[in-house]
């Protein structure tokens, strides 16, 4: 794991934990990844409020999808702030929902935001936002269609029901960003059986169908993330599956960050936390 100390300015304390030793936290005040060529990494921000991950690219260019919501624009900031993250070129709406989308046209003028990406319902909304018209490319995103904001991510609407999910392909990992609590599985199992699912991002419930210990090991996913509004509501039988197929499960109760650093073979995880002064 690769990350330095720079001098920067924030208004709170944040600690690398150690995920793998029982190391005490180490106070950082800036997070650089040093991404090769080969390399990407996405980042889960856990707000008091909302959604937001943030993807980084070895060529500087960044995407985030959705922006948080209510009362979260000094914790986005601080997060963004930490990972050097001056201008963001494309965000990515899953849902028009406050959650998804609260922070947007701050996080559009703040960081300079350049193509808007969203489902059906997202972008009906968006287009009645008279500060974005002209300004930025909005991009409809439809189920089945595939968009690279970036070079070598590619990105599928797999289903947009008030809400797409995504599947996220990069170096033979793949993401899966799911919203809505009713999925067929079938929709979401690997076309490529030596392509498993690295990541699922999960809303609290899903079906009993989707839980089933055929669709996990057919899934194969490595880690599972819950955002902070769900945890609450999670499944325990969604758990239990996720703990019987050996998936590690994040669901931060801090504010914070998760960092995925994915290199040609394998990844990296970095756990981030906050302390307020």
């Known amino acids: 794991m690769k990350w330095i100390m720079v001098p920067f300015i924030l208004f709170s304390h944040w600690y690398y934990v150690p995920l793998e030793s029982p190391a005490n936290p180490v106070e950082i ?100 936002l008279e500060s974005l018209r002209g300004n930025v490319n909005i991009q409809t995103f439809s189920a089945g269609e595939q968009a690279e904001p970036l070079p070598g991510v590619i990105v599928e609407a797999i289903h947009d029901d ?49 839980v089933s210990e055929e669709v996990m090991k057919e899934l194969d996913p490595q880690i599972a993330f819950f955002f902070p509004e769900n945890r609450q509501e999670i499944n325990d039988d969604l758990l239990e599956q996720l703990q019987h197929s050996w998936v590690r499960v994040y669901h931060n109760h801090d504010i914070g960050a998760i960092t995925v650093k994915f290199t040609e073979k394998n990844y990296e995880i970095l756990k981030i936390s906050n302390e307020k002064k």
């Open 29 to 128: 005040e800036a997070i650089d990844l040093h991404l090769k060529k080969t390399e990407l990494a996405m980042t889960f921000f856990s707000l008091t409020d909302g959604e937001a991950a943030l993807i980084q690219h070895p060529n500087g260019k960044n995407v985030l999808i959705n922006s948080g919501g209510q009362n979260t624009k000094q914790e986005l900031k601080n997060l963004l702030a930490l990972y050097h993250v001056k201008q963001i070129d494309t965000v990515l709406l899953t849902s028009n929902k406050s959650c998804c989308m609260h922070n947007l046209e701050w996080v559009i003028n703040q960081y300079s935001v350049r193509n808007l990406m969203s489902g059906v319902s997202a972008t009906e909304q968006l287009q009645r």
């Open 162 to 210: 008030n809400g797409i999910d995504l599947e996220i392909n990069f170096l033979k990992k793949r993401i899966l960003w799911l919203n809505q609590p009713k999925h067929d599985p079938k929709l979401y199992l690997p076309d490529n059986e030596t392509v498993g699912t690295t990541i699922v991002k999960l809303p609290g419930r899903l079906t009993k169908e989707f």
